[in-house]
DNA sequence: CCCGCATGAGACATCGACGCCTCGCATGGT
DNA sequence: ACCATGCGAGGCGTCGATGTCTCATGCGGG
């Protein structure tokens, strides 16, 4: 009874979001399982990746939720949201960079459901005026994605500080890097 | 005679671009010649993917040199610079995700060359105050990396047009998502 | 016109990852 | 205390990718 499917998961999208090509026997020895059952529990890769998809999903959904993108300000809410999705862009980031992959294949309802979400959002910015409307909400929530990807590797890497992390991306996609306040 | 080094390596990357496992069979027939001539020029697949991240390099720096960094304001450098690297993002972005699994090995000098002129730039930029100092030059430089590759993957799956590849990274790094003209 | 050389096609061996199986053992429930 | 269930360890066969080899061919240069 010593199998934690939950502990499992968690450190298989750990090391695949360091390791992409990391290997079956190395997501058992990490989650500290022998390959043999991770095989009863996974029928192969294929299926493993498909969890954390379910996972990555499941948690983001999560997020999304908590962060009430319906409420308040947009821009209040892209911050809300961006707080409240950092701890899963890692594996966010590895599902995103396998979906390549599989292009051939239908690719989870999940994921469209939350494009939808992050696109209602920037749209509700736009018809507001928050937000500017000649870049489409399409590349916003595109350019989220980017962002969130190259935030949390620069992390990973140790190039920026993680409590940076928020603020950083928030303030970049909202702001952009010129300053506005001067005279 | 009739094998074209150049060739080979534009339609390889091309195919890893869109295929990031494609299997150097196939690399071989998208170029048009034999798996054998594809093995006598280049000694396995990593043989490969070093001459593309030459490759690369060679024309990420070309394309810095045509950009002119280092004159005018830093802010027509960098429209100048993301239209310049326009061409070989798809490039770029295989590498850097070809990058993360050599986290072994060292890392080629040509990357931490054009990091430092990217940085360089973003510096310039903060210290004649058109750029914000809350962020950064590292963080801007790996904003502009995350923005490059979700540009170039956006306009591969036909969600955004490629004519607004430059106005749609130049403007949200920049710029941001906000409107900035409400009166 | 003939020779040399690079290529293409195919075969062959290797290697790593994977899926599946069996056996021995521990742990927990009855 | 006994039994059943689930896990760890190890082995076996398969499959795909890869690197290498040979041989025939076609092309150009001498």
Known sequence: M??????????????????????????????GISRATLNRHFAG????VRALEELGIAEC?????????TEGTA??????????????????TFLYSENQLFEGGTQNAGWTRIDEQLNALFRRGQESGEFRIDLSAVWI?????????????????GRVARQDFTHM?????????TRKDTP
Chains 1, 2 share one sequence.
């Open 2 to 31: 010593s199998f934690d499917r939950e502990h499992v998961l968690r450190t298989a999208a750990d090391l695949l979001t360091r390791q992409a090509t990391a290997t079956m026997a190395e997501v058992a020895r990490a989650a």
């Open 45 to 48: 890769r294929d299926d493993l």
């Open 61 to 69: 959904e999560a997020a999304l939720a908590a962060a009430r993108l």
């Open 75 to 92: 821009t209040d809410a892209v911050r809300r949201l961006v707080r409240e999705v950092q701890p899963c862009t890692g594996l966010l």
């Open 141 to 157: 929530t595109e350019a989220l994605y980017g962002l969130l990807g190259a935030g949390s590797w620069a992390v990973l890497e």
């Open 169 to 177: 991306i928030v303030e970049l996609l909202l702001g952009g890097a």
